[in-house]
């Protein structure tokens, strides 16, 4: 079992930033990503990062604006978030995807952003 803890959520102000971080219980070798779910509405994907800390992949809502990245001695994953919408306002989830797995195996509890006008 991996548990995944974020932090860094808050309220902010449009064109404001917020950093996230998700702490691993264990050092995994596991691609990584972050997810959103904003009320009403459904859990999208936001951002995804190889084990290897290789190329990334980002949604189009949040291209250009958001950066994933991973510090495998900290067992951590952060998502720096620049120029926040309110559109951005969700509660954010970190994911681990274990080496061979479909899916994203193990979640976070998540970290709310609000994005005022």
């Known amino acids: 079992q991996v548990q995944l803890v974020e932090s860094g959520g808050g309220l902010v102000q449009a064109g404001g930033s917020l950093r996230l971080s998700c702490v691993a219980s264990v050092r995994t070798a596991y691609n990584m990503g972050w997810f959103r779910r904003a009320p009403g509405k459904e859990r999208e994907f936001v951002a995804r990062?190889?084990?290897?800390?290789?190329?990334?992949d980002y949604a189009d809502s949040v291209k250009g604006r958001f950066t994933i990245s991973r510090d495998n001695a900290k067992n951590t994953v952060y998502l720096q978030m620049n120029s926040l919408r309110p559109e951005d306002t969700a509660r954010y989830y970190c994911?681990?995807?274990?080496?061979?797995?479909?899916?994203?195996?193990?979640w976070g509890q998540g970290t709310q952003v609000t994005v005022s006008p």
């Open positions: 990062i190889p084990w290897s800390g290789g190329s990334s």
């Open positions: 994911a681990a995807r274990p080496f061979g797995a479909s899916s994203y195996v193990f």
